[in-house]
Structure formats: structure tokens, C-alpha cells
């Protein structure tokens, strides 16, 4: 791991951090305006300026994207603001109060420190990490610099979630047996080229790649579809995976449960012959002090030829969380969700708000200054990110040749595990796919240790500690003293 490059820009940031900081840190009063700057803008990004921007007392202040097409497209919807293709100049800006950054994963983690170390307030999109040890610096960053720094699961401000925990954990369903974390979103091939691709005249690529390797680009796409690529992003488990297993932390083990304490995982990128190395189809397993966790990913549709995504088939729904109780279960989503008996019968309904709420939870933190005020602190948020990261951990470590059932249902002794072992099965066979005939793993058990943020005993191999952490390029290294 390379140490954090300081450069003169960096040196002189930090002669005037302690100043910065002190003043960013003033308690804002209702009628202070708040100017906020957007990094990165994308959908995700110009989504949160429109939150942000019917906030009260909110002004979106800055526009910055290493796409200077997209700041165009940005200006339009904020015509009057200033901009620039390099997040520095947004951070160094004394005006700007906090920054929402909506970037690429490899860039989340950096950008953040960078934001708290010039004293600015931080919305960071999930995961707030592209791995586990970058996620801790994230953390120790914002507590260090006294920020208040927010992740961006929005679903954490909706108003439902004490009274939905309240009925969950109130014992007239019964005790929680395990749960289920499911996502089932069709995707489509992202093609493989016989040439690199080459980035768009707009883009400034140095600034575009950060702290990920400069690997050629063999995919149709530049924008969105780095996603696949584990230099860039985390899959399918660290774009929606964020979302669901918050929801798990804060709904089931009501964030007392940081980490679980055994992983293993398996699955394989299915049919589609592309540039992708990130599974389709990923199942793990999550072992804790109390609840079993399965977390499972389909991207291929319900069936061979059929438009349509797939459901969790035991319960006949598309729910991203389901919880298994003794009386009944629960199974919800974005958009709420409700309590059912073992007939399948709607006993409870509980409705979500929209994400804007989320923005007015970061932006009234950074009035008080209370950190307790956040719905979606910092740490929390590294916790949920890194179940992700763990699960994609588990899946790399696995060898892409000698797939069998029986051994694969063999490594844990676990009903949830042998009927995601078997849901993977069905889903192969209504996909008319041969296992035989594919890329297919299962890894190791890996044992981890939360209080350190390692793997323990004979999961601590150096392939596995390898993937905590990243190398970084020159100029862009998250620092290991923040």
C-alpha cells in the first residue's frame, strides 16, 4: 500500500486546516444559509442536488464532475453556480460549507478525508468505501476533524423504522430464526471490445480513475458500467448491497451487531461472455452471535427468455429484506413493506418516505453539530459497506473450477445456507444453464475478526488480507494517518 503523496496544494490545505476547520465548526443558525458543492454528476448526484436544493436554507453553491459534459448538463438545472472539473478547487473554496460526493466507489473514501481535512461537512454515496480498510479512515477522519459526515442510505430517515423494529423485536411474532437479503434486478451484457476503450474528449481520465489503477478498459461503455470491474467498483453486493444489509443492521440487529464474525460465498458471472469480473449470480453467507444472514444476487431475469426479474421464491416475493420469524415473517423494501403470517396472510403495513428526508437529517446535523443527530453516521454506514466488501472477499477467494452441490452445501451447517445452495440450482435450471458449463466458485470460510477488521485463524491468508485493503496511484493514496 502506498503512503498518501502531499503535494504543495495538499501542504498548504493543511497549514490552514486547524483555521478552517474552526470556523466551519460554528453552530449555524436556522437563517444561516448552508452552500453545499455536488461531486460528481451522474443520476445519483444531480438526484441529491435536487434534494439538497429543497432544503431550507440550502444553496448549491458548486458543481464538479471530471466529465466537463456533465457539469453542462448540471448547469442547467443550476445555472449561476461555479464549477470545476477537480474536486480540489470545491474543497478549497472557504464558501462551501459541505460537499455531497456521488462519484465513482473507487474515489469515496479519498474524497471524503480530503473533505474533512479542509473542514467541510460530508454526504458520501454508498458504500462509502471500496474497501474495508479505507472505510476505517473514512471514520477516523471525520471524528478526528470533528465532521459531521453522513452515507448515503437514505432509507435510514424514513419514518417507519422505529415502529417497524418495534414490532419486529416485540415478541408477538416471535424470535427472529435468520434473515434474507435479496437482490433480484435484471442487467444486461456490458460487451467486450478487441481494443481499449478510450475515454471521452470531455473527461479529464487522471482525475477520473483517482486511486484506481490505470488498467485498460475493455468494455462498450466508459460511464456507469465501471460498476463491474473490481478496479473501479464492487458488483452488484456493493451497489445495492449498501442499501439492503443497512436495513439488516439497523432493522434486525439495531446496529449493535458491527460485524459478522464468519463469511462464505460462492456464485459466478453467468452467460454473458463480457468484460465484466464481478458475479451476476452471488450468494453468501453471514454468521453472527445471534441471527444466520443470507445475502442474495440474481441478474439474470426469472427464467430463460422471460422479462422479468426474479423473486425469493419460499415467500413468491421480490422483497429486498426478509425476515423469518417464529409467528410470521417480514418482507419489505424501499418502499416499505409489511408483516405476514406463516399463511402468507398481511397482518402489518408500514410505508416509506422519500429520500429527501435524508438530505434535511444531514443538513440540520450540521446546524447542531451534534453527531448524534445523523441518521446515517459515518461509522455505521463503514459497518454496513463492509459486509459487502466482505462477501466480495469471500466470492474472489474462491476457485473457478471443480463446482460441486455437495460440497458447497458441506461447508456450513445451516438450513438458510442449503436453501440458498438450492435456490441457486433452481435459478440455473430455469435459466436453462449447465453448471458444467460455466465459471463457477465457492470460497473458503473466512473467520474475521470485528474489533480488528481482519481475517483470524486460517482465513488470514495473504490473498485475503490482500483484498481489506488496495493499491493506490501516486497523488491519490488514501492516507494511513489521516
Same mark, same amino acid.
Given at each position: ?28 443558525? !436556522? ?11 451522474? !443520476? ?52 462551501? *460549507? ?22 467541510? *461537512? ?28 453522513? =452515507? ?18 416485540? =415478541? ?13 434486478? /435484471? ?11 478510450? !475515454? ?12 484506481? #489503477? ?9 460511464? $456507469? ?15 445495492? =448491497? ?6 439488516? %443492521? ?13 463469511? @462464505? ?37 426469472? #427464467? ?33 413493506? =409489511?408483516?405476514?403470517? #406463516? ?27 451534534? %453527531? ?7 461509522? #455505521? ?14 466470492? /474472489? ?5 471443480? $463446482? ?7 461447508? @456450513? ?56 485493503? %488496495? ?12
Amino acid at each position: 500500500m502506498t503512503r498518501h503523496h502531499v503535494t504543495r496544494r495538499s501542504f498548504l490545505r493543511n497549514a490552514v486546516l486547524a483555521t478552517s476547520a474552526l470556523s466551519a465548526s460554528k453552530i449555524l443558525g !436556522a437563517n444561516d444559509r448552508i452552500r453545499v458543492g455536488i461531486i460528481g454528476l451522474g !443520476a445519483r448526484g444531480m438526484g441529491s442536488a435536487r434534494w439538497f436544493s429543497n432544503v431550507p436554507g440550502v444553496e448549491i453553491a458548486y458543481l464538479c464532475d471530471c466529465d466537463s459534459a456533465k457539469i453542462r448538463k448540471g448547469k442547467a438545472a443550476f445555472p449561476n453556480v461555479k464549477s470545476s472539473q477537480d474536486m480540489r478547487d470545491v474543497l478549497d473554496d472557504p464558501e462551501i *460549507d459541505a460537499v455531497v460526493i456521488s462519484t465513482a466507489n473507487q474515489w469515496h473514501a479519498l474524497a471524503g478525508i480530503w473533505a474533512c481535512q479542509a473542514g467541510k *461537512d460530508v454526504y458520501v454515496e454508498k458504500p462509502v468505501s471500496h474497501n474495508i480498510w479505507e472505510g476505517r479512515k473514512l471514520v477516523e477522519a471525520a471524528h478526528k476533524y470533528d465532521r459531521m459526515v453522513q =452515507g448515503g442510505t437514505q432509507q435510514r430517515s424514513n419514518g417507519h423504522w422505529e415502529e417497524l423494529r418495534e414490532a419486529i423485536h416485540g =415478541g408477538e411474532f416471535g424470535a427472529i430464526r435468520y434473515a434474507r437479503c435479496n437482490r433480484y434486478g /435484471r442487467r444486461k451484457s456490458i460487451g467486450k471490445r478487441d481494443t481499449p476503450l478510450v !475515454a471521452p474528449e470531455t473527461v479529464d481520465y487522471n482525475l477520473w480513475l483517482g486511486p484506481a #489503477q490505470d488498467l485498460p478498459i475493455m468494455r462498450n461503455k466508459f460511464h $456507469y458500467d465501471w460498476h463491474w470491474d473490481w478496479n473501479l467498483g464492487n458488483g452488484e453486493l456493493g451497489n445495492w =448491497g449498501p442499501h439492503i444489509l443497512d436495513d439488516l %443492521r439497523n432493522l434486525v440487529f439495531q446496529d449493535q451487531t458491527a460485524y459478522p464474525k464468519k463469511v @462464505v460465498s460462492g456464485g459466478g458471472r453467468l452467460v454473458w461472455d463480457d468484460a465484466g469480473n464481478t458475479p451476476n449470480t452471488h450468494f453468501v453467507y453471514m454468521e453472527t452471535d445471534s441471527v444466520p444472514v443470507i445475502m442474495d444476487v440474481h441478474n439474470l431475469p426469472r #427464467q430463460k427468455d422471460l422479462a422479468a426479474d426474479d423473486i425469493y421464491w419460499r415467500r413468491r416475493t421480490p422483497a429486498f429484506l426478509v425476515v423469518e420469524m417464529e409467528g410470521g415473517y417480514y418482507a419489505g423494501g424501499r418502499n416499505g413493506g =409489511g408483516i405476514y403470517d #406463516q399463511e402468507g396472510k398481511k397482518v402489518r403495513s408500514f410505508s416509506a418516505d422519500g429520500g429527501g428526508g435524508h438530505a434535511a437529517n444531514f443538513i440540520a446535523a450540521v446546524r447542531t453539530r451534534k %453527531r448524534e443527530d445523523l441518521t446515517a453516521e459515518i461509522e #455505521q454506514i463503514h459497518y454496513s459497506s463492509a459486509w459487502c466488501h466482505l462477501g466480495n472477499i469471500a466470492y /474472489r477467494l474462491g476457485e473457478e473450477s471443480g $463446482y460441486d452441490r455437495s460440497v458447497a452445501e458441506a461447508k @456450513v451447517d445451516s438450513q438458510p445456507w442449503r436453501e440458498v445452495i438450492s435456490d441457486f440450482h433452481e435459478h440455473l435450471d430455469r435459466n436453462e444453464i449447465d453448471p458444467a458449463r460455466e465459471k463457477i466458485s465457492v470460497g473458503p470460510v473466512l473467520d474475521f475478526d470485528g474489533e480488528k477488521e481482519t481475517f483470524i485463524g486460517d482465513a488470514a491468508t495473504p490473498e485475503a488480507l490482500a483484498l481489506i485493503a %488496495r493499491e493506490y496511484r501516486e497523488g491519490f493514496a488514501v492516507p494511513a494517518e489521516v
